[in-house]
């Protein structure tokens, strides 16, 4: 396993990390038993980020449980607050109870990252003036160590990070914008070096278009995007590559991106996504012919992506 500084955090992090939300069953639905032994074999093979949410089912718990005889220092969980299953609440004093709620969920004395979850969904202003400043309290008092933000569209963050002191936040995680189809957070790079803040990259596999089964039915692009995946995906594997491993090690191959989480919940993905890593330096000529082809084929709707959140976002 490769590992890197996160930023200005200090953490030293697998490049490769486990994502959460297929544990609590928000791909199709999972045993508990099944995902618990997939987060133990994580662990035992060198995988040590987790990032989980209130709302990806019962993903908390399900770690909280897989995590519970492990010691705390193998280990480093982000997971986040303001998104739920009944909607968007970034106000202090819901994200004070939540916080709780995760601690007790996770069954942990403290949270290494909470990041505000999604917040194009939110008033970027409430998440400024209100949020952050609460999550800061929480971090005095040693309930987490570090603050961060997800979401989709880039702007998002250099609206929050023009507009806080530095050193405030310390991540931020970003989704389907570093994948084989679209990697314009490439973009932001340089600005989110010189502020000191970790990558995070989440969905290499874009949420499973870059799969050989295909996104699920709730998958948010539109049939552009959908349809030059899956033609991808069906050349890749009848050249004998499966797209999956091309596009999570496209998603490894950026040093300046700390973390690449990729969403499991099987012993077989735990191993399948480490085998990927492992074989990053390795590429035959065949593979990289097979990689232009199938950028070729993603040419047209490369860095397209969809609208998320309030429009003023
Ligand atoms: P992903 O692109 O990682 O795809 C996950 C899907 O791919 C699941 O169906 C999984 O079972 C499947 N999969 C995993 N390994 C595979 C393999 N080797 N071969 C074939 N299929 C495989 O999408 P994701 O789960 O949405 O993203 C990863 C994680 O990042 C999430 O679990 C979550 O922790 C985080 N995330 C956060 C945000 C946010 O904060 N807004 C958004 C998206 C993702």
Redesign the pocket.
């Known amino acids: 396993m490769k590992y890197t500084k996160l930023g200005s955090t200090g953490l030293e992090v697998s490049s490769l ?7 609590g069953s ?3 639905p999972v045993s508990e038993e099944s995902a618990i032994e997939s987060v133990r074999e994580a662990i035992r093979l060198g995988i040590n980020f987790f ?3 209130p709302c ?1 089912g019962n ?1 908390e718990t399900v770690l909280g449980r897989a995590l519970e005889s492990i010691p705390r220092e193998k280990f480093v969980v ?1 997971t ?1 607050c303001g ?1 739920y299953s009944d909607g968007f609440d970034f106000s202090a004093q819901r994200v004070l109870k939540s916080v709780d709620e995760s601690l007790e969920r996770l069954k942990l004395d403290y949270i290494d990252i909470i ?1 505000c ?2 917040i194009e969904f939110g008033s970027l202003d409430q998440v400024i003036s209100e949020t952050i400043p609460a999550l800061l309290g929480l971090k005095r008092q040693g309930k987490v160590r570090f603050i961060g933000m ?3 569209p880039l702007a998002i963050f250099r609206y929050v990070l023009d507009r806080v002191e530095p050193g405030t936040i310390d991540v931020i ?1 970003s ?2 914008h570093y ?1 084989l189809n679209d990697s314009s957070l490439e973009g932001l790079i340089p600005y989110l070096k010189d502020k000191g803040v970790g990558i ?1 990259t ?12 295909g996104p ?1 039915q709730w998958h948010p692009a539109p049939e552009e995007i959908k349809e030059a995946c899956a033609k991808a995906a069906t050349h890749c594997k009848l050249k004998g590559q ?1 797209i ?2 091309m ?2 090690k496209f998603s490894l191959s950026n040093p300046d991106i700390a973390i690449t ?6 012993t ?2 735990v191993h ?2 480490i085998k ?1 890593m492992d074989n990053l330096e390795r590429s035959s000529v065949d593979c990289e012919n097979i990689l232009d082809e199938v950028k070729e084929i993603l040419a047209p709707i490369k860095n397209k992506t969809w609208p998320c959140g309030r429009p003023e976002n």
């Open positions: 990390g486990f994502g959460g939300a297929p544990l928000v791909f199709g990032d989980v949410s990806y993903a982000s986040k998104r990041h979850h999604d997800s979401g989709l995680l989704y389907c994948s995070i989440a969905s290499p596999l874009a949420m499973g278009l870059l799969t050989e089964s699920p499966n999956s491993e596009a999570l989480l990729v969403g499991m919940c099987t077989q993905q399948e996504n990927a």
